[in-house]
């Protein structure tokens, strides 16, 4: 059974930093995209960022700039590095995993696109 659970969310002041982690179970992540998403209170789910099998990534353009997502293979983790945080920023992030493999930008942007979901974690910047 595939698991992710995230890990690293809290509190932080605008433009401090957080980052989070995701750990990987129960398939073989090294040939999987994995990314975030976030849901603030109110909104629709966003996407965040991904980074495809070959290294590749891809933000949305509100965090370009001031997050950067990683993968450690060996571990089966994903990490999300975010500086410079806003309280835009403020939202529960969610950790998220799909087979698809594909170089638009545009595959990896819609929630059907993937097939397992962490739990989210919550971050929170104040002013």
């Known amino acids: 059974q595939v698991q992710l659970v995230e890990s690293g969310g809290g509190s932080a002041q605008a433009g401090g930093s957080l980052r989070l982690s995701c750990a990987a179970s129960?398939?073989?992540?090294?040939?999987?995209?994995m990314g975030w998403f976030r849901q603030a209170p109110g909104k629709e789910r966003e996407f965040v960022a991904v980074?495809?099998?070959?290294?590749?990534?891809y933000f949305v353009d509100s965090v370009k700039g001031r997050f950067t997502i990683s993968r450690d293979n060996i571990k089966n983790s994903v990490y999300l590095q975010m500086n410079s945080l806003k309280p835009e920023d403020t939202a529960i992030y969610y950790c998220?995993?799909?087979?698809?493999?594909?170089?638009?930008?545009?595959?990896?942007?819609?929630?059907?696109?993937?097939?397992?979901w962490g739990q989210g974690t919550q971050v929170t910047v104040s002013s």
């Open positions: 980074i495809r099998r070959s290294g590749a990534t």
């Open positions: 998220v995993t799909t087979p698809r493999d594909c170089v638009a930008y545009g595959c990896y942007k819609g929630v059907g696109e993937y097939d397992y």
């Open positions: 129960g398939r073989t992540f090294s040939t999987y995209a």
